[in-house]
RNA sequence: GGAGGGGUAGCGAAGCGGCCGUAACGCGCUCGACUCGAAAUCGAGUUAUCGGUGAGUAACCGGUACGUGGGUUCGAAUCCCACCCCCUCCGCCA
């Protein structure tokens, strides 16, 4: 949630950055609904200020031992009076808070100016893609050959969107959460959380998946529960209405999860392989941060992620996601790209946020600094990794012309020492 | 699922329908006194948020908040209803 003060003050600060971000919302509507609602509190506080008035008078009259019944008759008038308009500001109120929660971040000053994916900026690259002297097959192929994915009976058990891994991959899987979260907690120092899986409705809406992207959430029936999309919204929400110590900050989390999510709107896109999951498994870094800090913070965890690609061998890109391109919650983000040789291009492996005072706003989380003012948290976030399009990148750069893949180096030892998937004979 | 107890400031905790929300009392925290310094002791201070006036995150005036949401009442922390969470016990269960 942007800052409501911001918005009354100097809306042209908000209306500048939602222009930027190519959005409809007008901010007309916002003032509107604002003038109406402090013209109501106005009036209804004058009225619950004779009341009170009123009413010491009346408990002075009966601590005196007289009747002070002749004036209820007129105070319960005032009453119903306050009663209705009580209602009004409500309303009001709610109406200009939905406004207030539909407005994304505003961009940092550092982030491109640009209206689509088409104007991010490249700002790093490591390693060089591989040579083939043979077509490259593309992952989820090569897998299901394998004998590793088995997407066929994925379907039958439950749908389109999901795959059951079998033998080497699923010791894969579980080697890539180890090798990840021995990364962040023993070189990176983040605190490792095994966090619900289902959430409810505040917690969403803290860090701003609600209520505006309902339609990309699984929820359970019955229950005001969610099955979370990340990890990011049981971490950073981890301190939902707390106020945390300065000496504490930065303070970094991560988690290994599965995410659940509907792909609403994707139909179509990433069938192949396994891209595009409704259930996948992502190990998630968040890190609340001091105001003066975060950007820094930003570059440093992005470097967590680029340091597990570097670890397994893989060539990537980093980009700054320009203005019209960037999520609800972030203020910067930079995406880290994986090659993948099937498809002649680098994808996205991992997306790192800073998403400012934007969450912490909404999830009431702050910060206090020794005898200072408490002040809102910086929140950030960033995939450090996802098991499944690292597996797929893996697959696709390790693979030989013989059909086997050769795995990096770096996860023989969590793979209890094999270091070649081999076609089963 | 059943029975009982509880939710009030950073923490613990008191609180006969009006004199209790700048919320008793205790702890903590901040500042000061004492001390070479510290501890102990003594003194002072210490809720958040919204609206108005205002250049002001100063000051002043006012509103709101006792788990959440309703209700009764001239007036609710206090009475009634529903829900949420925590604790104890019972049942069921991996």
């Not at 309303?91 to 207030?100: D, F, P, R, S, T």
């Not at 990011?232 to 110590?245: I, Q, R, S, W």
């Not at 988690?255 to 069938?271: M, Q, V």
């Not at 800090?293 to 996601?321: C, F, K, W």
Request: proline share 5%.
């Amino acid at each position: 949630m942007i800052d409501l003060k911001l918005a009354q003050k100097q809306p042209e600060v908000v209306e500048k950055a939602l222009k930027e971000r190519h959005s409809k919302l007008d901010m007309r509507e916002f003032r509107a609904l604002d003038e109406r609602r402090r013209a109501l509190l106005a009036e209804v506080e004058a009225l619950k200020g004779r009341r009170n008035a009123a009413s010491d008078e009346v408990a002075a009259i009966k601590r005196a031992g007289g009747d002070a019944s002749d004036r209820f008759a007129a105070l319960g008038e005032l009453s119903e009076r306050i009663k209705k308009l009580d209602a009004e500001v409500a309303e009001v109120k709610a109406e200009e808070e939905a406004w207030l929660l539909s407005v994304p971040n505003l961009p940092d000053a550092s982030v491109p100016q640009g209206a689509d994916e088409k104007e991010n900026v490249e700002i790093a690259r490591w390693g060089t893609p591989r040579a083939f002297d043979f077509p490259p097959e593309e992952h989820g192929e090569l897998g299901t050959r394998l004998g590793g994915l088995d997407f066929a009976r994925a379907a039958k058990l439950t749908g389109s969107r999901f795959v059951v891994e079998r033998g080497w991959a699923a010791r894969l899987e579980r080697a890539l959460v180890n090798f990840f979260l021995d990364q962040h907690t023993k070189r990176e120092g983040y605190i490792e959380i095994a966090p619900p899986y289902m959430v409810n409705r505040v917690t969403m809406t803290g860090t701003g998946q609600l209520p505006k992207f309902e339609e990309d959430l699984f929820k359970v029936r019955d229950w005001d529960y969610y099955l979370i999309p990340t990890a990011e919204v049981p971490l950073t929400n981890l301190h939902a209405g707390e106020t945390l110590d300065e000496a504490e900050l930065p303070l970094a989390y991560c988690a290994a999860t599965p995410c659940f999510r509907s792909e609403a709107g994707s139909a179509g896109k990433d069938t192949r392989g396994i891209i595009r999951m409704h259930q996948f498994t992502k190990v998630e870094m968040v890190r609340f941060a001091h105001p003066d800090d975060s950007m820094n913070q930003l570059e440093l965890m992005t470097g967590h992620a680029r340091h597990l690609l570097e670890l397994l061998e893989l060539p990537y890109r980093v980009i700054t996601l320009c203005t019209g391109d960037l999520g609800f919650s972030a203020a910067k983000t930079y995406d880290v790209e994986v090659w993948l040789p099937s498809q002649n291009t680098y994808r996205e492996i991992s997306s790192c946020s800073n998403c400012t005072d934007f969450q912490a706003r909404r999830a009431n989380i702050r910060f206090k600094p020794r005898g200072g003012k408490a002040a809102w948290a910086h929140t950030l976030n960033g995939s450090g990794l996802p098991t499944g399009r690292t597996m797929a990148a893996i697959l696709e750069n390790g693979q030989q012309k013989d059909g086997s893949v050769v795995l990096p180096k770096a996860l023989v030892p969590y793979m209890d020492g094999v270091e070649v998937i081999e076609p089963a004979r």
